[in-house]
């Protein structure tokens, strides 16, 4: 289309484009499938609504430009970023920013190489799998090892950095890792920074927030609490995040697995009962406190003494 | 003598968009796209060399279009052609090959007739740019 078709008396209906590429869905869908993260969907709804507008310039040719589209998720371990990397790559391929739309998930073992020479055909293969989708760098601070001025990650960046900015239009870039270590990695790589537009955020959950998953998770496993396991396990959320190597939704979905084992091993232990789809079901107190967290409650130093048996 | 070989040879030279619509559907067709290059293009020549390894799980031309690129600014004075193989079982061979990059003058082919015992003709075709070493051949 050219300049004289597009006139300014050209009108758009912004619901009519919402709905043609029914991205309104993924959003709503984001809203009710992802617990918390406020500011994330904030602003994931305001990159879709400049991403949509984008859109209409583009058609009414008031832009020719590609926007850049990388992102910085940055956060603590199980957050949920990989997670709205997906939602993400499906917005930008229902916007038609990218092409294909599928995500490919790497960390720093498939990009860099062992010896010389390795690298630049492994970074350049994932580049390839990844072209007309989004390619999503879990733990990127990791390609940078300030203390090895010899390593073949810095290799792997320049790589990056150059397909980043020569072929914006065949693919998006999300780097993901830690918030202060990312920090520390943009400092050393000043170019990185600049190519990314969007930096978002992830902030860690809070206990109601983390009850909420653990129910959603468990609803979607057929599982549920009973009352009293409820309580338990609003405890043992209280318990858990003051310990080390808290991991957020992570260590939630790890401690479910461990009570559903220990529920199995309750079940089974009483072979003669004949059980109901609700007791196979439900979850109860015993198996929530059995936990390891508890045990630390009750005497910080029997646990202490453990810890060194152990 | 403009070389005949593979699909779409008697057509004009595809475009890169042409090219990467072809590798696109290649692609989706789930076959594996490799790129070869060669200064010898006797037709009985059946061993390309191959640019960087075959390239299975892409799902857009992008990444095979960047690759030709590269090849082309290594090897733009000679023929270069994609191949798509098909992995799946009972085909196991190549789908479709195609020229995407030819040098700019192409000598051609001379034929060559020996005569044998009695009075028998053998013919051999022989490309006139196959005479100077390899590397040096057009261009």
């Keep these: ?310 | 003598m403009r070389i005949t070989q593979g699909c779409f040879s008697f057509l004009p030279d595809l475009t890169d968009e042409q090219i990467s619509r072809q590798v696109q559907y290649c692609l989706e067709n789930g076959w594996a796209v490799n790129i070869e290059f060669t200064d010898d293009p006797h037709p009985r020549n059946n061993f390309w060399e191959m640019w960087g390894l075959p390239m299975f799980d892409l799902r857009d031309a992008a990444g095979v279009m960047m690759e030709l690129n590269q090849c082309r600014k290594v090897y733009g004075d000679r023929y270069i052609r994609l191949s798509a193989f098909d992995s799946s079982h009972g085909w196991e061979s190549v789908r479709l090959s195609f020229i995407v990059n030819r040098p700019k003058e192409e000598p051609g082919f001379r034929l060559e007739r020996h005569e044998v015992a009695g009075r028998n003709i053998r013919y051999t075709t022989k490309s006139y740019a196959a005479d100077r070493p390899e590397g040096r051949r057009y261009g």
């Design chain 1, 1 to 310: 289309m050219d300049m004289d078709t597009a006139d300014m008396t050209d009108t758009v209906n912004l619901r009519e484009e919402l709905e043609a590429v029914g991205i309104e869905e993924i959003l709503t869908q984001l809203d009710r499938e992802l617990i918390g993260l406020a500011p994330v969907k904030t602003r994931i709804r305001e990159i879709a609504s400049l991403l949509l507008i984008e859109r209409i310039r583009k058609r009414l040719n008031l832009t020719s430009e590609v926007p850049t589209l990388h992102m910085s998720f940055t956060g603590n371990p199980g957050t949920g970023k990989t997670t709205v990397a997906l939602r993400i790559a499906s917005i930008l391929h229902r916007l038609g920013f990218v092409r294909r739309g599928q995500v490919v998930s790497v960390t720093r073992d498939e990009l860099v190489g062992q010896y010389i020479g390795h690298t630049a055909p492994k970074t350049k293969e994932v580049l390839k799998k990844a072209m007309g989708g989004v390619l999503f760098i879990d733990e990127a601070y990791y390609l940078h090892r300030p203390d090895n001025e010899r390593d073949y990650g810095q290799e792997a960046i320049e790589i990056l950095l150059q397909v980043m900015e020569s072929q914006r239009e065949d693919l998006v870039v999300i780097l993901a890792g830690y918030g202060d270590r990312m920090d520390k990695f943009f400092a050393s790589n000043p170019g990185f920074r600049s190519r990314i537009a969007h930096h978002i955020d992830f902030p860690d959950y809070s206990e109601p927030e983390l009850l909420a998953i653990a129910e959603l998770m468990l609803g979607d496993m057929n599982y549920k609490f009973s009352a009293d396991a409820r309580e338990a396990f609003i405890r043992y959320i209280a318990l858990r995040k003051t310990q080390p190597l808290f991991s957020n939704a992570r260590s939630i979905r790890n401690a479910l697995d461990r009570m559903r084992l220990r529920q199995a091993n309750r079940l089974v232990a009483d072979l003669d009962r004949v059980l109901t789809a609700d007791d196979i079901m439900s979850l109860e107190a015993s198996d929530v406190l059995a936990s390891r967290v508890f045990l630390k409650d009750r005497s910080t130093v029997r646990s202490a003494e453990q810890a060194r048996d152990r």
